[in-house]
């Protein structure tokens, strides 16, 4: 009995003693705002090697100890000169609009002193241009160093002097300019030492910790599956304040949301990305309502692919000669008017309230309200009258008078167009979301019951996301999957990623819909050479963009998610915008976290 | 006994070459690639993606995808630069000879390097979860056959039948939010414990701020909750596996001998049943243990426990076939060493084994 009455002294001294250790409160000054924890899902980093880099996990660590040549103005979501953390000071196209000469600060240095000039970039862009390092940012020039076709348009990159780029494309194109940022500046002093023998180096030490950085925080000391700790770095010139407010800045990997929701109300993170099933909770709990709260659109939507091809029949966009392929149409929604009557059966009001608890807002184009081209008019009509009148239209007929037995096909498109044979057929088709979302699956039973009002046979399932989502969806082979695209920043309505016949290729392209209209390619091709980029100039090109795909429908785009981030009652200076949350993380004052 | 240790060696060897091939091609049947997983991205063109599927090698046949990691692939020539062209030999020497590849997630990062840096989390855990499940369930497991039919016999059984039905995340999710949130955070004050903090973590394995992982006896704090609810169901199943053991036993001819001897109850249900109700065990003991290396998803998932559970896991969702395969092997080896470790165990515990 003794000798347990010890052990379990023993046990209690090991959960007192840290117990009592803890964090007194913080004051505003060097250093003295506190500890920053945030929660990440995104798993560990690969790399920290920005030059390698390819996952999020990894760009959010570079985020903090890289400069980049643009940085985005975190209050209208643009590039913009002479920001915080990044090089430029001005830029300029020529008259061509090929070659952009960007200026740079003379004011920044890495922490070791050295000026960061244009010889920083300039390394990175060999590095990645050498063919030696697995870089998936090498596919922003036109060329490999050994001349291979790398199918960018950066031709070249020259460095006149220590504080000026000189890129040259091989086309004017509005989206190339943002390629340029997609090389990140290293510190060449000390990469060309550590890789004096060649480039392939950085392949053998992808988790190196850079000792030599530009950023709020420095100095990685990284734990496998469990945390990444930084330290403030007093040397950073463009601190808000003039200083780094927190001492450390430490990201926990925390695979569940709800787990770091409840971590975060429990007091042991700083910030929280509040997932959109709990945002109701602190709006309305009363022992949440203390925790400071920002609400904001999101940069992405979320939308129904509908193909428009047969799925028993998935052919590229393009033959060996670039010449369009014409493809056989998808049995039911190959027809617009049948995508049409399903954008009128659906109501996606009653789906943001009953599903997604108001968090989101409704959209019918590819652009979100956040948007400099943004057309707030378009908007789908719910209407499952004028449903089924369009479907009656398209030879779906209501064979026997009840609107909610499957329609069947008399004369519609595929049996025109096709095989008459199809006459008689069922208006069927499958719909998938990736399995794991709750908030998913109920919206696919909801599309599913609203669809069937009118006459469809629609069939959800919620599939697993690697061995069956993707590959029906990349192999062409779906009828409507559900999806959501996170847009970059800063957002382009540019769409040749997604409707280009180039990127319609069964098995990996990303116009998985194989949806193509020559008008809506030439205007988009308009938009990217326009002189200057001038975006009032491109908006009235994209008006009409938004205008050809809410009338031909390759997605039915459903909603922008409202999005909600959290802060620690008392956290200070903390000045969340709609383009960034964390901008100001170097003036933060943060409560002490509860840390047992 | 040597003979016996090195003849099952041999055997093995073939048994894990035949699990790497099935399990590489299975791997490899099993819908989804890579190359979509892994670049899932728009913005990437189709040349970029075509690109990484060279240099991944995941377009190759099925068996030369597997000679290549089997046996490396620097006996012929491959295409370096990924331009479709072979322009060089490998530099891969494959498993045979320790070379495990790199995992495609990770980019050149080694698999064992990576298994490596979660393994410690994995066993620290799960020695604990095995400390407190089996010598809790052993215990329970005797206490409820020695007082058979009475209240405590009674209770353990309703414990086994929640312990075994009460999935762990609904239960890891319920402990967390009660003991970090829902607990009054001032109940050991009166002794002098805590400051307004949870009384125990929520999650991880260490403090999460700079400093390192202190020694575990400054942690063990840590432990207490992905243990306990790891160590219910183990409690749940050994108990019963132990009670129905020891009635097993109490009906031997040796037990009433030993009562006919005239020993005092302790002695006869503890040096002479207990001793040979948990010979059993042994055979378990072995593929329990290697078993508990391979992490558990759902407790490191809630817990934030860093082991190799998750990686493993991840792994397989990304098919980052590398770390699959260096986790397929470390589990057969540890596998067959544990059923070896297993017979070894029984020949100790009983006399009248002998190989």
């Known amino acids: 009995m003794k000798r347990i009455l010890i052990f379990l002294s023993l046990l209690l001294l090991c959960v007192a003693a840290p117990l009592s250790a803890q964090d007194a409160d913080v004051a505003p000054g060097p250093g003295l705002g506190g500890i920053v924890i945030n929660s990440s899902t995104s798993g560990d980093p690969a790399t920290f090697n920005p030059l390698i880099s390819s996952d999020t996990a990894s760009s959010n660590v570079h985020s903090w100890l890289y400069p980049s040549i643009f940085t985005i103005n975190p209050h209208n979501g643009l590039e913009e000169p002479n920001l915080a953390g990044g090089m430029a000071s001005g830029w300029e196209y020529d008259e061509s609009g090929t070659v952009l000469t ?103 030490e992808p988790r190196r910790i850079p000792t030599v950085t530009f950023g709020p925080f420095k100095d990685v000391e990284f734990a496998a599956g469990e945390r990444i700790s930084l330290l403030a770095d007093q040397s950073y010139p463009d601190s808000i304040l003039g200083f780094v407010s927190p001492s450390e800045h430490v990201t926990l990997q925390v695979a569940d949301e709800n787990v770091a929701t409840e971590r975060f109300i429990g007091g042991e993170f700083s910030i929280l990305a509040v997932p959109s099933t709990r945002q109701n909770e602190f709006r309305t709990q009363e022992e949440l309502l203390e925790f400071p709260r920002f609400e904001f659109t999101s940069n992405g939507f979320s939308f129904f692919g509908m193909n428009h091809a047969n799925p028993d029949n998935p052919q590229p966009g393009l033959d060996e000669d670039g010449n369009v392929i014409p493809q056989e ?53 719910y209407d499952p009258a004028l449903a089924m009148e369009k479907l009656t239209k398209a030879g779906w007929i209501d064979h026997d008078e009840d609107p909610e037995t499957a329609r069947i096909c008399q004369d519609c498109l595929f049996a025109r167009e096709v095989d008459a044979d199809f006459n008689g057929s069922e208006l069927a088709l499958d719909l998938h979301v990736p399995t794991g979302s709750d908030t998913s699956e109920q919206m696919g039973l909801f599309f599913q019951a609203e669809m069937n009002k009118v006459g469809f046979n629609a069939n959800f399932e919620a599939i697993d996301w690697g061995s069956a989502f993707i590959p029906e969806l990349v192999g062409q082979t779906f009828d409507m999957n559900m999806l959501g695209w996170s847009l970059g920043l800063p957002v382009d309505p540019d769409i040749s990623a997604f409707y280009f016949p180039e990127v319609d290729v069964p098995g990996s392209g990303f116009n998985f819909v194989s949806y193509y209209n020559e008008e809506l390619i030439e205007l988009n091709n308009q938009g990217r050479v326009v002189p200057g980029c001038d975006t009032e100039a491109r908006a009235e090109i994209y008006e009409r963009v938004q205008e050809i795909l809410f009338e031909d429908m390759p997605y039915f785009y459903m909603y922008v998610s409202e999005s909600m981030t959290a802060v620690l009652p008392g956290t200070e200076n903390w000045n969340p915008t709609p383009y960034s949350r964390t901008y100001s993380t170097d003036a933060w004052v943060s409560p002490a976290i509860a840390m047992p | 006994m040597q003979k016996y240790i090195l003849r099952r060696i041999v055997q093995a060897l073939p048994t894990l070459l035949g699990i790497t091939f099935i399990v590489y091609f299975i791997m490899l049947l099993v819908p989804g690639d890579p190359v979509s997983l892994l670049a899932f991205d728009p913005t990437l063109r189709q040349d970029e993606r075509d690109r990484l599927a060279r240099q991944l090698g995941v377009n190759d046949p099925f068996i030369l995808q597997y000679l290549r990691w089997l046996i490396g692939d620097d006996w012929m020539m491959v295409d370096t630069n990924a331009d479709g062209e072979v322009d060089a030999w490998g530099d891969n020497y494959g498993i045979l000879r320790g070379d495990f590849g790199t995992s495609f997630k990770f980019r050149g990062s080694n698999p064992l390097t990576l298994i490596a840096e979660r393994l410690g989390a994995t066993i620290e855990l799960n020695i604990a979860v095995l400390l407190v499940g089996l010598t809790s369930g052993i215990t329970i497991g005797v206490l409820a056959a020695v007082s ?208």
């Open chain 1, 102 to 204: 960007i200026h740079l600060r003379e004011d920044i240095a890495w922490n070791d002193g050295t000026p960061i000039t244009s010889a920083d970039y300039l390394w990175a862009v060999e590095a990645t241009r050498s063919g030696e390092i697995d870089s998936p940012r090498a596919g922003v020039f036109e060329t490999m160093a050994d001349g291979t076709p790398a199918g960018g348009k950066i031709v070249n990159v020259e460095a006149p002097d220590d504080y000026t780029v000189v890129v040259t494309f091989s086309e004017a194109d509005c989206i190339s300019f943002s390629d340029v940022n997609d090389i990140t500046p290293v510190p060449a002093h000390i990469f060309s030492e550590l890789y004096a023998d060649g480039y392939a180096g950085i392949m053998d």
């Open chain 1, 329 to 381: 149409p998808h049995p039911v929604l190959g027809d617009k008017l049948v995508r049409q009557a399903i954008s009128h059966a659906v109501d996606i009001d009653a789906l943001i309230e009953g599903i997604r608890d108001g968090n989101g807002v409704k959209v019918a184009t590819h652009t979100i309200p956040t948007s400099w081209v943004y057309n707030p008019g378009l908007q789908y009509v």
């Open chain 2, 148 to 355: 058979r039919g009475g209240w405590f016999d009674k209770s353990t059984r309703v414990l086994a039948v929640v312990g075994d039905s009460v999935p762990a995340f609904w239960l890891g999710l319920m402990v967390l939010v009660f003991f970090g949130i829902a607990l009054p955070r001032d109940i050991l004050e009166p002794m002098g414990i805590g400051n307004g903090s949870p009384l125990l973590p929520m999650g991880g394995r260490c403090p999460p701020v700079r400093g390192g992982c202190p020694p575990i006896f400054l942690r063990i704090h840590f432990l207490i909750l992905p243990t306990a609810v790891s160590a219910f169901g183990v409690i749940a199943v050994w108990s019963r596996y132990m009670r129905a053991s020891m009635l097993e036993t109490i009906n031997a001819d040796f037990m009433r001998t030993a009562r006919a001897k005239g020993l005092n109850h302790s002695q006869v249900w503890f040096r002479h049943g207990l001793r040979n109700a948990i010979l059993p065990f042994a055979v378990f003991l072995g593929p329990t243990f290697v078993g508990l290396l391979g992490g558990s998803v759902i407790i490191e998932r809630i817990f934030t426990w860093p082991g190799v559970g998750l990686l493993t896991f991840d792994a397989l969702v990304s098919r980052d076939y590398p770390m699959v395969m260096a986790n397929v092997m470390i589990a057969s080896v540890l596998t067959v060493l544990g059923y070896i470790l297993s017979d070894i165990l029984y020949a100790i515990f009983d006399p009248r084994v002998r190989f």
